[in-house]
């Protein structure tokens, strides 16, 4: 980590090492949206999360936070049940998950957002998945942080080197 381009180094690279792409529930079928991975060579990966169509929060001008885990099982079907617990192979509580990752920062609906977490590795998450909630994370209540029903979800699987295009479409785009 010599310098910070370090990091965008990687973000630059045509293809991350995994992929989970993001799709709403029956409720909010319009969420879409990609999380990228890339493995640091020493420890450590990058998770970049590009989110479109999340629901309003209180007021379309504020900002809106929805907590952001990688839960145990990668199962993605019916409204994300399958989808288990927060990862936590340490038996650790909440928010010391594994899993347990900052709260996405939605703009009108919009989430562009790079996280650094050196205690992930691309073994340990493969085949799981990535569930966005209806609420931010308390960061304190337990199992899982108050965050409400599971709104999206996206396993977590090697990248094929052909990504999604950009989640939103022309009939979405932003006018600023
Ligand atoms: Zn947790």
């Known amino acids: 980590m010599e ?19 993001i799709k709403g529930n029956t409720m909010y079928p319009d969420i879409n949206g990609i999380v990228k991975f890339y493995a ?6 990058l998770i970049a999360a590009e989110i479109s169509d999340l629901p309003d929060g209180r007021d ?3 900002p809106t936070f ?7 099982k990668g199962d993605c079907s019916g409204n994300f049940a399958g989808t ?16 347990d990752l900052p709260s996405l920062l939605s ?20 085949n799981r998945s ?3 909630h209806r609420n931010p994370d308390d960061f304190t209540t337990q199992p899982s942080g108050n965050a409400g ?27 600023d």
């Open 3 to 21: 310098t910070p381009n370090y990091f965008l180094s990687f973000l630059s690279k045509t293809e991350p090492d995994a992929v989970a792409v």
């Open 40 to 45: 640091l060579p020493e420890s450590g990966i």
């Open 60 to 62: 379309e001008d504020t």
């Open 66 to 72: 929805f907590a952001f885990h990688i839960h145990e």
């Open 84 to 99: 288990g617990v927060h990862f936590n192979p340490d038996n650790v509580p909440h928010p010391e998950h594994a899993g």
């Open 107 to 126: 703009n009108d609906g919009y989430v562009w957002m790079v996280i650094y977490d050196s205690f992930l590795t691309l073994s340990m998450i493969l």
């Open 130 to 132: 990535v569930v966005i």
């Open 149 to 175: 029903e599971k709104i999206a979800c996206g396993v977590i699987t090697k990248s094929t080197g052909s990504l999604p295009a950009r989640p939103y479409d022309d009939d979405n785009e932003r006018e």
